[in-house]
């Protein structure tokens, strides 16, 4: 029976850069925090319908923030980031694509490609370690595709953390620097493979995500940890 995707609980509690501590170790609670009152004060609400979403990996990559695949290399399944400015509908999308995954018509520079894509242009916050990291290394992935392996998913909930919402009560402006909101997601992993193998496993995270006024959001990172 194929290995599928890791759990991402537990995975990443070492990151190691400077930008990562800066946006979501340190920041995570401020930054993400002071958007939920600006976010309650411009109308964007928690709307955002349930989505087919999938996997996540803990295998990490050698694909750094600065390199790897672009969209010149093709998504194969992998979706397209959507046009929204509500950051919960976004982080439900986001999701639903980073726990996705077919590797029955999608190559791993491919799968790599198309989650670049919702990557912000903000090299300032941008955080491409985190996401490329989901992404299991080439053996993996070539081992997956000897099995026909693939996975959706289901998204059921997505809401800001507590210690952000307190954090934007206690100075809405912080967020007017970055426009950072973070957003923690929850929904279930269906995972299939050759002759009818199939599992099945609940999945929970919690993005940056990046969504300024008069723009369409993009994706900042993947925290650490999930933050209730």
Same mark, same amino acid.
């Given at each position: 029976m194929p290995k599928p995707f890791p759990s991402l609980s537990g995975y990443g509690l070492g990151w190691s850069t400077r930008q990562r501590i800066t946006v979501l170790a340190t920041g995570l609670a401020v930054l993400l925090a002071l958007a939920v009152v600006v976010a309650l004060l411009t109308?964007?609400? $928690? +709307?955002?319908?349930?989505? +087919?979403?999938?996997? %996540?990996?803990?295998?990490? %990559?050698?694909?750094?923030?600065?390199?790897?695949? $672009?969209?010149? +290399?093709? +998504?194969?399944?992998?979706a397209k980031p959507p046009q929204l400015a509500d950051p919960v509908a976004f982080a439900k999308a986001a999701a639903a694509t980073l726990w996705s995954y077919d590797t029955r018509t999608t190559s791993r520079d491919q799968q790599l490609a198309g989650m670049r894509a919702w990557l912000t242009a903000e090299t300032k916050y941008a955080d491409w370690s985190s996401i490329a990291t989901q992404v299991p290394d080439p053996v993996l992935w070539s081992r997956m595709a000897d099995q026909d392996q693939y996975a959706t998913a289901t998204v059921t909930e997505a809401h800001y953390p507590s210690a952000f919402k307190q954090a934007l009560a206690d100075d809405p402006s912080a967020i007017t620097e970055a426009y950072i909101y973070a957003v923690t997601v929850t929904g279930k992993q269906q995972i299939a493979w050759k002759k009818g193998g199939a599992g099945a496993e609940d999945r929970s995270i919690t993005l940056a995500v990046q969504c300024r006024p008069n723009a369409n959001c993009s994706l900042v990172s993947i925290a650490p940890r999930v933050v209730p």
């Open positions: 109308g964007r609400t $928690t +709307a955002g319908d349930s989505q +087919a979403a999938a996997p %996540s990996s803990g295998h990490s %990559s050698s694909t750094s923030a600065s390199a790897g695949p $672009t969209a010149s +290399a093709g +998504a194969g399944s992998v």
